[in-house]
C-alpha cells in the first residue's frame, strides 16, 4: 500500500472552475513534488517543496497554484484551466537530500471540459 | 538532444528470457539514478536505485557507467509480471527530475 495518498482519483471540471487536488505523505519525508503525465509520456516535474518552501517552479502558468500548508500536506489549486491540462497529476515525496529516491501517490486523473 | 533517452520499446520477451533496457544522459553532473516500473494507468514505484559499483536485487541488476554517461537494468528470468513500463529517472541536484521516456516490456507465456 503506497503511503502517498492523493484525493480525489478522479475529478472533472469546466473551464471556468476552481477545484484542488490534495496530497498527503506518512513516511516523515521533507521534500513533496508535483508532476503532470499525459498518455504514453513520462512524468514532467512542476513544482518541488522542500521544509514547506518552493524549491522548484518548472515555468509552469499561473493557472496552477502549488501550497504546502506542512510537511505533511501538499496541495494544488486549479483555476481557469484549459483543456490541455488534462492529464494524471502526480505527488510524490522524498527524504530531505535533493537527489534522493521519490515514493508516488496514487494521482488523480483530470478531465478539463 | 533530450536531457535523458531510452528505446521506447516495445520489448515483446517470452517467460523465462532475459531483456536489458539501457538509458543515456546528457549532464555529467547528474547524481542520482533510479529504475522506476509502472504499470498502465497507475503511478510509478520505485524498483531500484543505481549505483557506479551495480547493484542487485533479485532477478534485477542495474548498473551505471559514468564514463559513457548510461545506466541500464537486466532483467533475469522473466515473468509475465514484468509487463509494464519502465522509466529511468536522474536528478541533478536541487531536486530536479528528469525522466526518461520509458521502455514498453511485453513477456509473453
Known amino acids: 500500500d503506497t503511503e502517498v495518498t492523493q484525493t480525489p482519483k478522479h475529478l472533472v471540471m469546466g473551464m471556468t472552475n476552481k477545484k484542488s487536488l490534495k496530497c498527503e505523505q506518512h513516511m516523515g519525508h521533507r521534500a513533496m513534488y508535483w508532476y503532470k503525465q499525459k498518455a504514453k509520456k513520462p512524468p514532467e516535474l512542476m513544482f518541488v517543496?522542500?521544509?514547506?518552501?518552493?524549491?522548484i517552479n518548472e515555468s509552469v502558468p499561473s493557472r496552477f497554484s502549488p501550497e504546502c500548508p506542512n510537511s505533511s500536506l501538499l496541495n494544488l489549486h486549479l483555476h481557469a484551466l484549459q483543456p490541455e491540462d488534462s492529464a494524471l497529476y502526480l505527488c510524490a515525496s522524498s527524504q530531505d537530500r535533493e537527489v534522493g529516491a521519490q515514493y508516488f501517490g496514487p494521482g488523480t486523473r483530470l478531465l478539463v471540459l | 538532444r533530450k536531457e535523458v533517452e531510452q528505446d521506447p520499446g516495445p520489448f515483446n520477451v517470452p517467460e523465462g528470457a532475459t531483456v536489458a533496457f539501457n538509458c543515456t544522459y546528457s549532464?555529467?553532473?547528474?547524481?542520482?539514478f533510479f529504475w522506476y516500473r509502472q504499470d498502465c494507468r497507475k503511478e510509478p514505484k520505485l524498483l531500484m536505485s543505481?549505483?557506479?559499483s551495480g547493484n542487485e536485487d533479485g532477478r534485477f541488476t542495474a548498473q551505471l557507467n559514468r564514463a559513457s554517461q548510461y545506466i541500464s537494468l537486466l532483467i533475469r528470468d522473466s515473468k509475465l509480471s514484468d509487463s509494464a513500463t519502465y522509466l529511468c529517472v536522474v536528478m541533478t541536484g536541487g531536486f530536479k527530475t528528469i525522466f526518461g521516456a520509458g521502455t514498453r516490456l511485453f513477456v509473453k507465456a
Open positions: 543505481v549505483y557506479s
Open positions: 549532464n555529467s553532473a547528474s547524481q542520482s
Open positions: 517543496y522542500s521544509y514547506e518552501k518552493l524549491s
